[in-house]
């Protein structure tokens, strides 16, 4: 079987992504910010069938292109699953009044002049002590985006420094899975290559403070004090309001830094809200569930309901209204059906080689250092589009990138930071990408409308091309002294 099998031509290879653009192109044009609500999942599957029609002309058992597809889905179930409980998470710690009370203190405390560069230090230090990016920005991440929303900030920006923040943390966090996910593909040890990612990560989020300090200082927003305190007056009418609840987010950080996996964690933060709701804010029960009668049966019907469904809290100042509703995992839903689209689309691309077959035609390009470390970046960033998969983007590109910077007499810390800077940080700027797809949905603010605020993210990528190219902290292998093997264990793909 293996004899008739042929390998796609690089035109081949681009028929599905031209025909991805075009179909992306006409959801913008015609659909604007709803794309998410099922046409980008469509123009997903349409590129996948197209891709399959090629991978079955080339020689390839429907069956097989069929079992990838399965594969490629299976190892997106864990992030759907998380994606699914921080929906629940965010019912009841609205429920419960853990975000209604991370705003209301944050309003007291953070000044609107240094808020953005305040949420990027604070997303930083709480995704390094967890290593993940995606437990701070539905936790931490949500309260501060309620905080500046009555600040009077574009929710574009906010979301901008909670993602540049939280990916930070992420990539320089040993606890971060795609952290160590990248040494492991480049063949190098991980605190090698935290340290190493320091000499392109520290300038990257110095300029990502600057900019959000100084954005601050210029922000006028028409907000002021009595604004301020009609806010705080109505979280704190509406709310029972207690330094208690800030328990919740404190057991929940504390236990994903003693290394509780991410799923368990996230449930035991989504019960210990409905509990605390129940304690706390017996008003808030009523008001969702209706039932005037048994508490118990009140409790149970409004625990349920912020985990599944739609809740919304009422005051008596219409914006805040705004900060106080969630949709539960029933909101996360249009972001799964996105999630298995991308993966079905990834999946027959990969089955039939053609992901690989473009990759491989541009190593040629790359003669010089810095093309070499270009070509690797412009590669995650295409694997991040293609595949819609961040663990792909550092997986394949490292597997294929390996063998090469060696040959060029470059450490393999070279390539592991390169996968990061580009791969870890990429994947939440497109909007069909599980993580974009995910924070976006979390944030309830569209990835278009961060992206252009996301300033980490952008510069990463762009340092770590810069440091290649002018050859500054580029580690070589020294005269007599051998390059390791290249191979690396891909078994985690």
Known sequence: MQGKVKQPSLFQAFIPIFFLIVFLSL????????????????????AAAIGGIIAVHLGHKWLDVRKKIVS??????????????????????LLSGVVPALIYYGLKILHPSI???ATVVICSLVSLATGSSWSTVAT????????????????????????????????????????????AMAGTDLFTHIRYMVFTTAPSIVITLVIFFFLGLTHKSGIVNTDIQYTLDAISSTFNITPMLFLVPIILITIIVKKMPPLPAILIGT???????????PNIIRQVSGITGSYIMASYVAAMQSMFGDISVTTDVAEVND??????????????????????????MESAGLLVRITQSVIKLAKSTGSLVATTVGTCLFFNITASDQYISIVVPGRMFSKTFRERGLKPEVLSRTLEDSGT?????IPWNTCGATQSAVLGVPV??????????????????????????????????EPESDEVDVEKE
């Open 425 to 429: 940080v990429t994947s939440v700027l």
């Open 140 to 183: 931490i991440g949500v309260a501060l985006l309620g905080i500046g929303n009555a600040l009077g900030f574009n929710e574009g920006v906010v979301a901008g420094a909670i993602i540049s923040g939280a990916y930070f943390g992420d990539k320089m966090s040993p606890l971060s899975d795609t952290t160590n996910l990248a040494p």
């Open 323 to 348: 900060l106080l509703s969630t949709r539960g995992m029933a909101g996360m839903l249009n972001t799964i059906w996105l999630i298995i689209s991308a993966m079905i689309f990834g999946g027959v």
């Open 72 to 93: 490629t889905i299976s190892s997106a179930m864990p992030s759907i699953l998380i994606l699914l409980l921080i929906g629940s998470l965010a019912g009841t710690w």
């Open 448 to 481: 278009l409308s961060y992206l252009p605020y996301a300033f980490f993210n952008i510069i990463s990528p762009l340092m770590s091309i810069f440091m290649a190219a002018f050859n500054i902290k580029i580690r070589r292998f020294v005269e007599g002294e």
């Open 115 to 117: 808020f953005l560069a």
């Open 271 to 281: 019960l210990l809200g409905a509990l605390f709701a129940i304690i706390f804010q």
């Open 27 to 46: 959801n913008v044009y015609f659909f604007g910010e709803n794309t998410l609500s099922g046409a980008n999942q469509i123009a997903l599957l349409l």
